[in-house]
C-alpha cells in the first residue's frame, strides 16, 4: 500500500505542475504533466486494487484515474473507470463524483459527434511537394495530416499560414482527410 500511495503522491505533483504550465501558457507541458499524473496515479490504483482493504481509499483513487484521464481527453478511459468506480458500491460524495465524470463524458462526446467533417486548429506546417498541411487542433495536443487539393495549396499557403481556421473534410478512398473548405475561426 505505501508504493501505491507514494505513486499516487507524485501523480498528483504532477497534477499540480501540469496546472501551473496551463496557467504560464505552456499547453505542450501541461499535456505531458497530465499524461504522468494519468499514467502514474493508474499504476498507483492497480497496485491499491490487488490488496484488501480500504474501499474508501480504492474508490477515492478510482475517482482520480477517471478525472485524469478525462483532463487527458482520454474519454473512453474515463467512462470505463467512473463505472468500475460506480460498480463497486461507492459513498455518496464518491458517487456525486463519478455520475459527474460520466456527464462531462457524455458532453464531449456529444459535442465531438456534431460535425465529425469538420476541424477548428492552426495550420502549423505545410509541405508543398506532398500537398499536405498540418494542423493543430485549439485547446488539444492532437495534430491532423490533411491533403489538400492542388488548385488550392497557394491559396491556403498565403491567406491562412498560422492562423485559426475552420475545415471541413472528406475522407478519400483511403480514408484519409481531404480539404474541401476553409475559412478563418470567429
Not at 480504492?58 to 475517482?63: C, G, I, P
Not at 458500491?89 to 462531462?104: M, S, T
Request: some cysteine.
Amino acid at each position: 500500500m505505501n508504493l501505491a500511495m507514494d505513486l499516487h503522491e507524485i501523480a498528483m505533483e504532477h497534477f499540480d505542475l501540469a496546472n501551473m504550465a496551463k496557467a504560464k501558457g505552456q499547453p505542450a507541458e501541461y499535456s505531458e504533466r497530465m499524461e504522468k499524473a494519468y499514467r502514474l496515479d493508474k499504476e498507483a490504483l492497480m497496485k491499491l486494487l490487488q490488496e484488501d482493504g480500504d474501499r474508501t481509499l480504492k474508490s477515492a483513487y478510482t475517482r482520480s484515474v477517471a478525472w485524469l484521464a478525462f483532463k487527458c481527453n482520454k474519454f473512453a478511459a474515463a467512462k470505463m473507470w467512473a463505472e468500475f468506480g460506480l460498480a463497486n458500491d461507492p459513498n455518496e460524495h464518491e458517487k456525486k463524483q463519478f455520475e459527474e465524470v460520466l456527464g462531462e463524458v457524455a458532453k464531449m462526446q456529444k459535442a465531438d459527434r456534431k460535425r465529425p467533417d469538420q476541424l477548428t486548429g492552426t495550420i502549423s506546417s505545410v509541405d508543398m511537394e506532398l500537398r499536405n498541411i498540418r494542423l493543430r487542433e485549439i485547446d488539444k495536443r492532437a495534430y491532423h495530416l490533411i491533403s489538400v487539393p492542388a488548385e488550392m495549396l497557394d491559396m491556403v499557403v498565403k491567406l491562412f499560414v498560422g492562423n485559426a481556421v475552420v475545415i471541413n473534410i472528406k475522407k478519400n478512398k483511403k480514408g484519409l482527410p481531404v480539404l474541401q473548405h476553409i475559412r478563418r475561426a470567429a
